[in-house]
């Protein structure tokens, strides 16, 4: 038996998340578009906390130019989670964040995604090389 692709020991990095009530559909479970919503909190946590990204008054900013999600089972409210996140390729200017969510302590994810940040300079909105700073913190997510 083959090992499930999205499980907890290929993500160096986790952000837990608490879901909230308003994040719930008229299904009772977490609505899609939600996820999406938890991968960038997840990610910039991470790039504000470990990466040093000023977002208020620094001179780069990032912009998710693409993204997906796959899902594989549901959660709901008040259901904690936890967002694995990985980097998957990291170029001058753009980065692949890979991210699946867990379910506290479960080992499977219930969805998993990608997005990818190109940098840009915060004046001109023309992308700029990844400060050392921020590539030295991306470059530890990364997996080959």
């Not at 909230?20 to 899609?32: E, F, K, P, S, T």
């Not at 219930?110 to 300079?121: E, L, N």
């Amino acid at each position: 038996m083959n090992p499930p692709q999205y499980v907890r020991r290929d993500y160096p990095h986790f952000q837990p998340i608490g879901t909230r009530w308003q994040d719930n559909d008229i299904y009772g479970h977490v609505n899609n578009v939600t996820y999406y919503s938890y991968f960038d909190s997840a990610v910039n946590a991470y790039l504000i906390e470990v990466g040093g990204l000023d977002i208020h008054q620094g001179a780069v900013v990032g912009f998710v130019v693409s993204s997906s999600c796959d899902y594989f089972a549901s959660i709901a409210f008040p259901e904690r989670i936890e967002v694995g996140l990985r980097v998957g390729k990291l170029g001058n200017s753009s980065v692949q964040y890979e991210l699946a969510v867990f379910k506290q302590g479960e080992d499977e994810a219930c969805a998993a995604g990608r997005f990818v940040h190109v940098f840009v300079d915060r004046q001109s909105n023309r992308p700029v090389p990844i400060p050392e700073r921020l590539r030295a913190a991306l470059a530890a997510l990364r997996v080959e």
